[in-house]
């Protein structure tokens, strides 16, 4: 699939790798020089000069022929301009990124049904609703769901004194509804075979029926109350999504920015909530406040080493429990390890809901791994597809892929090698990036 990409600014330059590690074929336009020389030299593939909205880029066969357009310039008029164009000149799909909360609001009636534009991806309100997600969930384990979840997947990093370091898989003796699927050991991705050691500090995925998951899981998990009091670092975009979620679902917060109008637009969105101005790093103010009685920190601001910075303070104070939005996914681990509870990495959540959309209807959920070179995929068998009425062993998955759950009506459970797979049914895939168009060709319906 050709996908064009236009803007080379840092957001577009992900999204181009992130796409083209997944082999599609991508063409990324800019209309500046230096940004076009970056992207050559960033990115493997077609780099086009020009303007993104002009009549003449369209008029270009290695952009007519494109089948889907992602609009990510530096102005969401732009964004939405440029895939009303793209729709015109007939490409199939369109994407606008967008900054603007307003935008959000009228994303079905307007955006959708008006101006043709497929999808809107904001990373603010995707971060917003993860957060929502987390702050619900009584869990420290990052768990995800699959097949409406009969199928749930989560990640537990192996702490020096639990009772499954320095042990073999085998060891385990996990149940029969549960597998490890993958292990993240000191940068490396592993699909885990029975003689396999669990170290300390290896992130370990563990797929399995959604109640032995949660029996297993207890083995590894702190479990938490519902947060009633959140504090929150910063105003800005990503604040003002967040806490009306949060007070929605019950909880009091209470936010800290430096920036006047932005604590004058949050304030305007809160029912019961506190705005302050004020430094969230101060010390005083966060004793003055009650930090030690605050459930969880949310250190949310624009600046990734700030709120590192606010969320260790907060913990030094007495803070129960931190989480610290992150731009860049190599410093994930970094602040997991010297004490944040929670990194939530903006770009793994905005490849996940770019990656749904670009697979189409074929794949149901993706989740990318914290090792970012790795997706949990759930896929449907179709009519004509290479894998209909197969044995799993018989497949011929590509090597760095694994079928770890199968989905039939509303039993769930763990393949064998002689397990057929049939019409319908919905299996759960570890894939690493590379491969992922490889594994999904052979669940698409083929001409026969």
Known sequence: MRIVVAGAGEFGLSIAQLLTAEEFDIVIVDSDHERVQAAQAAVDCLVVEGNPCSNALFSRHDVAEAEMFIACLLNDEMNMVAC????????????????????MRYEKDFVHDEMQIDLLLNTDFIVAKEIGKILTATSSLNVENFAGGKVKMFETKIAEDSPFVNKQLRELELPNDILAALILHEQKVLVPRGS?????????YFVGTADAISTFAKNFHTVYERPKHVLMIGAGRTGRFTAPILERRGMFVKAIEKNEERCELLAGELKNGIVLC?????????NEEGITDTDVVLAITDDEKLNLMAALLAKHLGAKRTLVRVDHNEFVDLMTQVGV????????????????????????NVSVLDDAQSQAMELIV????????????KLNLPA?????????GNDAYIPKGDTVLHLGDRVVLLVRNDIVSDVTQKFESVQK
């Open 400 to 408: 760095g892929s694994l079928l770890c759950a199968v989905v039939r």
């Open 196 to 204: 396999d050691v669990l170290h300390k500090d290896d992130f370990v």
């Open 278 to 286: 004020g430094d969230g790093t101060n010390i005083d103010l966060l």
């Open 84 to 103: 009303m164009m793209a729709k015109h000149y007939g490409i199939a799909r369109t994407v606008a990124c967008v900054r603007n909360a307003d935008y």
């Open 382 to 393: 179709r009519e004509k597809s290479e894998v209909l009425e197969k044995e799993v062993k």
């Open 341 to 364: 509870d929670v990194a939530l990495s903006t770009r793994s959540l905005m490849a996940e809901e770019l990656l749904r959309f670009v697979h189409g209807k074929g794949v149901l």
